[in-house]
């Protein structure tokens, strides 16, 4: 980013607060959404003596240290990854907003990855807990996707990173909709509805992070499932969640597609 309007070490703080207050929303995401319950009422409460939560004490981070990760009213303990999911996501808004500041991609696409850091955190820890993708995640991030993509497209005159951000919608869902077919044990429906948004948005980046986002899920699943395998926490048969794999290699493809797609051709003296 170029002479920015903004201070870098203005705009990471800013986004690194902004984010824990996300966070703090996920929590509630998170719990609420698998179960079928709305997010927005009741309050939030304590489980155990029911009391709503105020505001004082539901401050991002601050609150749990301040209450020694404690209920104030019946001294219940709080589970430490509440504050955790604060900190996670605060530093994931940091570190997108440094990739813009540094150059890594153009900061009128930054919005579209505040959302996935976001949606993705959510949807990587209803997955781990429940082994699906909500609907009411992975579907407005299409419209979302398509909104900031168009958006930023207008912002930057490139209209040649349309037709890619159109083949990685196209790609990644074909694929993953023959494998939830030809491999139902590993995949489901829910992926493949993650994979379109996530093959459009890594496409708009380019062709390097579109390909290299899309393998690099496979590849941190299979290098996660051999660990689980050795460790004897998992067998042969096991059913991860795939779609935290699918999200980390999406974010392995925009912030590192490009040199590693680079060292590759390098490799193999195509470049």
């Given at each position: 980013?170029?002479?920015?309007?903004?201070?870098?070490?203005?705009?990471?703080?800013?986004?690194?607060?902004?984010?824990?207050?996300?966070g703090s929303?996920?929590?509630?995401?998170?719990?609420?959404?698998?179960?079928?319950?709305?997010?927005?009422?009741?309050?939030?409460?304590?489980?155990?003596?029911?009391?709503?939560?105020?505001?004082?004490d539901n401050?991002?981070?601050?609150?749990?240290?301040?209450?020694?990760?404690?209920?104030?009213?019946?001294?219940?303990?709080?589970?430490?990854?509440?504050?955790?999911?604060?900190?996670?996501?605060?530093?994931?808004?940091?570190?997108?907003?440094?990739?813009?500041?540094?150059?890594?991609?153009?900061?009128?696409?930054?919005?579209?990855?505040?959302?996935?850091?976001?949606?993705?955190?959510?949807?990587?820890?209803?997955?781990?807990?429940?082994?699906?993708?909500?609907?009411?995640?992975?579907?407005p991030a299409?419209?979302?996707?398509?909104?900031?993509?168009?958006?930023?497209?207008?912002?930057?005159?490139?209209?040649?990173?349309?037709?890619?951000?159109?083949?990685?919608?196209?790609?990644?869902?074909?694929?993953?909709?023959?494998?939830?077919?030809?491999?139902?044990?590993?995949?489901?429906?829910?992926?493949?509805?993650?994979?379109?948004?996530?093959?459009?948005?890594?496409?708009?980046?380019?062709?390097?992070?579109?390909?290299?986002?899309?393998?690099?899920?496979?590849?941190?699943?299979?290098?996660?499932?051999?660990?689980?395998?050795?460790?004897?926490?998992?067998?042969?048969?096991?059913?991860?969640?795939?779609?935290?794999?699918?999200?980390?290699?999406?974010?392995?493809?925009?912030?590192?597609?490009?040199?590693?797609?680079?060292?590759?051709?390098?490799?193999?003296?195509?470049?």
């Amino acid at each position: 980013m170029t002479d920015p309007l903004i201070p870098a070490w203005f705009a990471i703080t800013v986004t690194a607060v902004f984010g824990g207050l996300i966070g703090s929303f996920l929590n509630v995401v998170i719990w609420r959404l698998p179960r079928g319950m709305s997010v927005v009422h009741p309050r939030s409460a304590c489980p155990v003596c029911k009391r709503p939560i105020a505001w004082y004490d539901n401050i991002p981070v601050l609150s749990y240290l301040v209450l020694r990760g404690r209920c104030r009213t019946c001294s219940t303990g709080i589970s430490l990854r509440y504050p955790a999911v604060e900190l996670l996501t605060a530093a994931a808004f940091a570190g997108v907003t440094i990739g813009a500041y540094q150059g890594v991609y153009p900061a009128a696409i930054l919005p579209l990855l505040l959302f996935w850091a976001a949606a993705g955190i959510a949807l990587a820890l209803i997955d781990l807990d429940h082994h699906r993708l909500p609907d009411a995640i992975t579907l407005p991030a299409y419209i979302v996707s398509f909104v900031f993509i168009m958006l930023a497209t207008a912002l930057t005159g490139d209209l040649s990173r349309l037709l890619p951000a159109l083949i990685g919608l196209i790609a990644l869902s074909g694929l993953y909709l023959l494998l939830a077919f030809g491999w139902r044990e590993g995949m489901g429906l829910g992926d493949v509805k993650l994979a379109g948004s996530l093959g459009m948005t890594l496409g708009w980046f380019g062709w390097p992070q579109l390909i290299v986002g899309g393998f690099s899920a496979f590849i941190v699943g299979a290098i996660v499932g051999i660990a689980l395998i050795i460790a004897r926490r998992a067998g042969r048969k096991s059913g991860l969640p795939f779609g935290p794999f699918m999200l980390i290699g999406a974010a392995i493809g925009i912030f590192a597609g490009q040199p590693i797609a680079g060292f590759y051709l390098t490799l193999v003296g195509l470049a």
